[in-house]
Every structure is written in structure tokens, then in C-alpha cells.
């Protein structure tokens, strides 16, 4: 179920341009456990309801499409952001592309 969440995640960075790195036509187990390191099961589904650049979301955006509250949404979000996982700028939120997240320290 947890490689689930991170492959679900994986897909969207795989929207980017960039893509996310693969192997053998899958997800790289590398990126997966990555993943895993800088998101926790519960980070990683959330920020799966995000859209990638360039079109950012509200905190209510991202609820409604994961059918949550919003205000049990915004603070997962604020968190993220503050760990450098997730872009967040004047209310709004969006993944990082790839190359910024795989170099994140």
C-alpha cells in the first residue's frame, strides 16, 4: 500500500517534462525510496492531489480534489513547504520539477 502512495506521487513528477527517473519502464526503486525519505505515506498522498508548473493550487483546491477540509490540508502543505518539498508562494502550491527535488538537502 506505502509503494502505492509513492508511485502515485512519482507519476505526477512524471508530467514534467524532466519525467521521473525509471527503470525498466517502471519508477526507479532509487526515486521511489527517495520519495519515501522526504515525504512521509500521509505528505506523499496529499501532495499527489497537487498540479505540476506551471499551474499552482489553493490549499481548498487541493482539498476538494483529495476530499479532505481545507483546513486539515493547509498545514500539511505549509509543512512541505517549509521542508523544500513543495513550492508554495502567495497561498499558492505546486510540485517542484524533478532536477530541484533530486537536489534537495
Sequence with gaps: MEEMVY???????DMYVTGAPKKA?????AFLKYLGMLYTP?????????SVAPEPMTAKEVADKAGRPADEVEPVLGHLVEKGVVLGFDGQYM?????????HY
Aim: hydrophobic share 55%; charged share 25%.
Design 95 to 103: 510540485l517542484p520539477i524533478v532536477p530541484i527535488l533530486v537536489n
Design 42 to 50: 500521509e505528505e506523499a498522498e496529499l501532495a499527489a492531489f497537487l
Design 25 to 29: 519502464n517502471d519508477f526507479s526503486p
Design 7 to 13: 508511485k502515485k506521487l512519482a507519476e505526477k513528477f
